[in-house]
T-cell receptor, first 111, second 115 residues
Framework: EDKVVQSPLSLVVHEGDTVTLNCSYE??????LLWYKQEKKAPTFLFML????IEKKSGRLSSILDKKELSSILNITATQTGDSAIYLC???????????FGKGTKLTVNP | DVKVTQSSRYLVKRTGEKVFLECVQD?????MFWYRQDPGLGLRLIYF???????EKGDIPEGYSVSREKKERFSLILESASTNQTSMYLC??????????????FGSGTRLTVV
């Protein structure tokens, strides 16, 4: 059975801290891994990763995929209260249009 | 800049009622999906559609049905609402495999409460 596991499930930090969110997967015929940020409503796209070892960056957020370890990390540096959200990890399998989602990591950034 | 629109943000229905949740996308996407999101359980796929009049069951289809009569619209139907269907419902759409660049585009969600 295909599986995407995120850890931790929740995390509370102070503004300015750096956080690392983890995502591991067990899927047949892996194609790509995606990260989304969900605040109060619609999840919004952050990154799509298909190649191992290539870091994607957007401001204070960065992510990298390790196909050997079947995992990905999402780093957020110098966190702000606006980073408080649920971060979702999801995987595409080859030949499928469906994303397999993890349960998400709820990040709370306190001032 | 609205792309995926869900007809209601909040909805309260009575047990046994037939409930329609509507989703419309304006991006000409082939694929559309309905998920429910519950604390501790994450997103669970209810139904999806790859084309007009086409539908496939997801992981938790029991108690739900769908309709896709036009490419841009995908409706989720709760035939007889029950309290265990109280949840956040998220609609999403995406391009087909060969054109996909950023996965799904999600709607803002409908928080349904069944009393």
């Amino acid at each position: 059975e295909d599986k995407v596991v995120q850890s931790p499930l929740s995390l509370v930090v102070h503004e300015g801290d750096t956080v690392t969110l983890n995502c591991s997967y067990e899927v047949t015929n892996f194609r790509s891994l995606l990260w989304y940020k969900q605040e109060k409503k619609a999840p919004t796209f952050l990154f799509m990763l298909t190649s191992s070892g290539i870091e994607k960056k957007s401001g204070r957020l960065s992510s990298i995929l390790d196909k050997k370890e079947l995992s990905s990390i999402l780093n957020i540096t110098a966190t702000q209260t606006g980073d408080s959200a649920i971060y979702l990890c999801a995987v595409y399998k080859g030949g499928s249009e469906k994303l397999v989602f993890g349960k998400g990591t709820k990040l709370t950034v306190n001032p | 800049d609205v792309k995926v629109t869900q007809s209601s943000r909040y909805l309260v229905k009575r047990t046994g009622e037939k409930v329609f949740l509507e989703c419309v996308q304006d991006m000409d996407h082939e694929n559309m999906f309905w998920y429910r999101q519950d604390p501790g359980l994450g997103l669970r796929l209810i139904y999806f559609s790859y084309d007009v009049k086409m539908k496939e069951k997801g992981d938790i289809p029991e108690g739900y049905s769908v309709s896709r009569e036009k490419k841009e619209r995908f409706s989720l139907i709760l035939e007889s609402a029950s309290t265990n269907q109280t949840s956040m419902y998220l609609c999403a759409s995406s391009l087909s495999n060969r054109d996909r660049a950023d996965g799904y585009t999600f709607g803002s969600g409908t928080r349904l409460t069944v009393v």
